[in-house]
């Protein structure tokens, strides 16, 4: 099966920007998805489709993908956005079901 | 309001059963496919599956098949995931998770369940 790689860990000043990318060939075919997950809690989608945000989450989130690798951008980082993100594909090369999920970038904010 | 709620934390022994539950409400049960979730102490998550309530069809992560069973009781609107024989590297969270549609984002998630398996 295919797999989707991330960096383990990157970190922001308060209120600059970070970005966080996703790699894999399943990316060339089937859209991201982005999750966030705060310390003990359970994860949350911030970002899907083409560049979509579902109801309740800011506008400094925002994505994007370009051949194999997704991206997931934060423009003016908050405290409150310190989490672990998680990107999520399909791979179809077990079935269309199947959901690839990166290994998690931890995000700091300084 | 669309929830998913899961039953609470689990201590086993290893070799014991186990199956714990997730209980959807605010929306058409039978509509949507639910999938579970696994995260390990300090990992990531991995996909182990799913089931669609209407026909109980389900596919397996190849990595947990045979190692679990996903189930679906849709009178009670409840998806489960059980275990024959646990083993003390099944010592993780459990989240449950529902797609916008079957190859959709997960837009809800239920809180976790967390499995500890020890001697």
């Known amino acids: 099966s295919s797999e989707v790689t991330q960096g383990p860990a990157v970190s922001v000043e308060l209120g600059q920007t970070v970005t966080i990318t996703c790699q894999g060939d399943?990316?060339?075919?089937?859209?991201a998805s982005w999750y966030q997950q705060r310390p003990g809690q359970a994860p949350t989608l911030v970002i899907y489709g083409k560049n979509n945000r579902p109801s309740g989450i800011p506008d400094r989130f925002s994505g994007s993908t370009s051949g194999t690798t997704a991206s997931l951008t934060i423009i003016g980082a908050q405290a409150e956005d310190e989490a672990d993100y998680y990107c999520a594909s399909r791979d179809s090369s077990v079935n269309h079901l199947h959901v690839l999920f990166g290994g998690g970038t931890k995000v700091t904010v300084l | 309001e669309v929830q998913l709620v899961q039953s609470g934390a689990e201590m086993r022994k290893p070799g014991e059963s186990l199956k714990i539950s997730c209980k959807g409400s605010?929306?058409?049960?039978?509509?949507?496919?639910i999938a579970w979730v696994r995260q390990m102490p300090g990992k990531g998550l991995e996909w182990m599956g799913i089931?669609?309530?209407?026909?109980?069809?389900?596919r397996y992560n190849p990595s947990f098949q045979g190692q679990v069973t996903i189930s679906v009781d849709r009178s009670i609107s409840t998806a489960y995931l059980q275990w024959s024989s646990l083993k003390a590297s099944d010592t993780a969270t459990y989240y449950c998770a529902r797609p916008s549609h079957s190859t959709g984002p997960f837009d809800y998630w239920g809180q976790g369940t967390l499995v500890a398996v020890s001697s």
């Open positions: 089931i669609y309530p209407v026909d109980s069809d389900t």
């Open positions: 605010g929306f058409t049960f039978a509509s949507y496919w």
């Open positions: 399943s990316l060339r075919t089937h859209l």
